[in-house]
């Protein structure tokens, strides 16, 4: 403004600082919110200011922990990618999205951006204790799925007991490992055992295609033509 005090370089530099004390105004709201763990109202404060701020890693991630604590996983991977591009070296960035795609099941994804981070630190010790968990489980699955395509049956059915073994806690691996365990009772003629266990699996996930699809293919090797 000083250096070209016109009458319309004013009005801008005047509702530039108008909307800059506004943004201040938001963000502390925001970190507010966050302390006091109103996590959707820290969103819709977050909103505002990024649709400004667009380039700001540390709100993006903010943002994403929001999400996180809002049960919405999917939204914080896309915050967490912008703020990996955004920052140099953002190792946290990419731990936390390889830990977020573990959760959710995709062991693949996981072990890609787990594998970034170490290319950055080979050091990080959280993120080599997450490759080396899920670069096993990983193995594991794989291992077990060549055996099915092989006809293997209770190979792979071993193998899929050690990806229980391997990750007890979280659930979706136990319940994809059952899944494909009963895919394999029902291709080797062991109906009663396949039955059992795709009703497991159904019990958790009524609407699992291919449990219900193993599931009727064992009934018809028990000639339970109605179930």
């Not at 136990?174 to 080797?188: L, P, Q």
Request: proline share 2%; glycine share 2%; net charge negative.
């Amino acid at each position: 403004l000083k250096s070209n005090p016109s009458k319309n370089e004013e009005k801008e530099a005047q509702t530039q600082l108008t909307k800059s004390d506004e943004l201040q105004r938001l963000h502390s709201q925001a970190l507010s919110a966050y302390q006091q763990e109103d996590y959707g109202a820290a969103i819709s404060l977050l909103d505002e200011i990024l649709a400004v701020c667009v380039w700001d890693a540390e709100l993006r991630e903010l943002r994403a922990e929001c999400y996180i604590k809002e049960g919405e996983p999917s939204k914080a991977i896309s915050d967490l990618k912008a703020a990996a591009k955004l920052k140099n070296d953002n190792t946290e960035a990419f731990y936390k999205i390889s830990k977020i795609y573990y959760q959710l099941g995709d062991h693949e994804l996981s072990l890609s951006e787990v594998r970034e981070c170490l290319k950055l630190d080979q050091d990080h010790k959280q993120c080599f204790s997450l490759y080396k968990q899920v670069k096993k489980l990983n193995k594991q699955i794989e291992s077990a799925e060549e055996f099915i395509r092989e006809g293997r049956y209770e190979d792979a059915i071993s193998k899929y007991e050690s990806v229980m073994k391997t990750e007890p806690e979280v659930a979706i691996y136990s319940t994809r490992a059952k899944e494909r365990i009963c895919h394999c009772f029902s291709k080797n003629q062991q109906a009663t055992e396949a039955i059992k266990l795709c009703s497991e699996v159904l019990q958790l996930e009524p609407t699992n295609v291919n449990a219900l699809k193993d599931r009727a293919e064992a009934y018809l090797l028990e000639d339970m033509y109605e179930e």
